[in-house]
């Protein structure tokens, strides 16, 4: 229900007491005052603590720094007039015994009466003994609409030329913030640039991350790895293409519904993190990692409430990419004993928001041990796909070395032989081949020369990869992926 429709309804059946939970104070009594004006004929009076009610001639200044007289002023009216009290930051006074029982004996009185009192606040603290009197509504963030329109707004009183693609980014990029920030961070940007351009959209992420900073569950990362810096993978890079503009709000109008999220299992080293870290810099979207071993908490109850937080924060900075490195030892088949049940409920919060969140959150879980992932996370309807990544085939492992190379010497890259190198390297993962490569630079610049290929090769034989150390655990692995119960991300000609 849209909140103007909610609080209609709520004003109509005459609830006493309502709570809007919201950072955005200015923001909603705007929408109060005009929703009211339209379609209901009360009065409205709006009180703070500094400096009393305000936008009223007959009570300027009445109950400054006095909460209680706040109170007083509903007793005071007629029964007749029609009215909604504004009340700013007053959750804060409920714990005070003679506000609370203040309150009680006002909310007797606002039953029979066409009035009610409405307390903005952003922090949810309502006492025991209120929350039966109490009712919440929670007012969102600005939707794309809103977002679009205030954008339009600014635009044009800055007589700014912006195309329709840097528009929908910059839309895009807006949402999870209030529209006093979206101002802020426009002048920001119009006072380093000179300007609206594609830039912009830096700006407006690192001010999402000022937002996730004040939680220590959740880590913003700055990514800039590109798909282009993975090698092989082609199924995968192919389905992550094709879903690169479904946050967008030609998605939207299209009726396509925005990705749920992708578990990438696979052995170690394959690119599964890099893979999390390329989505998000590819569709130009926050990253935020979760914190798996701070999300446990010792307190009863805490684990839940730090779940719920991430979810709400997440939900928050939507559209985003949410980083769960490692899900199998979170959310451990073996592990989920021994813990009064904790670890059962987060899992029952966790996957049931899996299922039925509305929020564009694209969530990227990886797992390096199938096994141990609980049955009801691997089922469909979680997340969109699952894919598994396998050590390369020789092709990829040429480009991989490729990959690697051109980074550290991109003036002379083509000067490598990648097919012996490719050769020589079965059985090693993407991280390994990297590695291969940085200790052939060391045994180079040991002898104060230029590295070449024999020098990746020595280190190649030198090197033992994890998949020979623990190979029975790579074939179980590899076995699963093949036969069929889970989408390969490479290729499967390449094997041919």
């Not at 870290?277 to 307190?299: H, N, Y």
């Not at 049931?352 to 009801?376: D, I, M, Q, Y």
């Not at 190379?405 to 990648?418: A, M, S």
Request: proline content about 3%.
């Amino acid at each position: 229900m849209k909140f103007n429709d909610e609080l209609t309804l709520l004003l109509k059946a005459r609830y006493p007491v309502i709570f809007i939970n919201t950072i955005e104070e200015d923001r909603v009594e705007y929408v109060i005052r005009k929703h009211i004006k339209t379609n209901l004929n009360r009065s409205i009076y709006s009180w703070d603590f500094v400096d009393g009610y305000t936008n009223n001639p007959n009570n300027e200044g009445f109950a400054k720094r006095n909460p209680l007289q706040a109170l007083e002023l509903v007793e005071r009216l007629t029964a007749e007039t029609p009215a909604i009290f504004l009340l700013k930051d007053f959750n804060r006074f409920l714990t005070d015994i003679s506000i609370s029982r203040k309150l009680k004996n006002v909310g007797r009185l606002l039953k029979l009466q066409p009035k009610t009192i409405i307390i903005i606040g952003s922090e949810f603290n309502i006492p025991n003994e209120l929350q039966d009197l109490v009712t919440v509504i929670q007012f969102q963030l600005p939707v794309k609409v809103e977002i679009s329109q205030e954008l339009t707004r600014l635009i044009e009183s800055l007589n700014i030329n912006v195309d329709s693609d840097l528009f929908e980014s910059l839309t895009q990029a807006c949402q999870g913030l209030s529209l006093e920030r979206i101002r802020r961070v426009l002048s920001k940007i119009i006072a380093t640039y000179k300007t609206i351009d594609q830039r912009s959209i830096g700006i407006l992420l690192n001010e999402k991350k000022q937002i996730i900073s004040q939680t220590e569950i959740l880590e913003y990362w700055s990514a800039d790895e590109k798909i282009t810096n993975i090698g092989g993978v082609k199924n995968l890079k192919k389905w992550l293409k094709k879903r690169k503009s479904s946050f967008g709000i030609q998605a939207s109008n299209y009726g396509l519904p925005t990705p749920r999220g992708l578990l990438l299992v696979g052995i170690q080293g394959t690119g599964k993190s890099l893979t999390a870290k390329a989505i998000a810099t590819e569709w130009q979207l926050p990253l935020l990692k979760l914190d798996v071993g701070k999300l446990f908490g010792g307190i009863v109850g805490e684990s839940e409430s730090r779940l719920r937080q991430m979810i709400e924060v997440s939900e928050t900075l939507a559209p985003c990419i949410l980083w769960i490195d490692e899900i199998d030892k979170a959310f451990s088949i073996n592990e989920s004993n021994g813990d009064s049940g904790t670890s059962n409920r987060v899992l029952a919060t966790f996957i049931s928001w899996l299922s039925e969140k509305t929020k564009p959150v694209f969530v990227v879980a990886t797992a390096n041990n199938v096994e141990r992932l609980p049955l009801e996370i691997i089922r469909k309807g979680r997340f969109d796909e699952i894919f598994f990544l396998d050590l390369p085939q020789k092709q990829e492992r040429e480009q991989i070395f490729k990959i690697h190379i051109q980074e550290f010497r991109p003036n002379n890259w083509e000067l490598f032989d990648y097919t012996k190198l490719a050769q020589l390297s079965e059985s090693f993962s993407g991280a390994e081949i990297k590695q291969s490569i940085i200790e052939g630079m060391y045994h180079a610049f040991y002898e104060e020369r230029e590295f070449t290929t024999d020098d990746i090769c020595l280190a190649l034989n030198e090197l033992i990869p994890l998949a020979q150390l623990e190979s029975n655990q790579t074939k179980k692995l590899q076995s699963w992926a093949s036969s069929g119960r889970i989408r390969l991300a490479s290729d499967t000609s390449i094997y041919l």
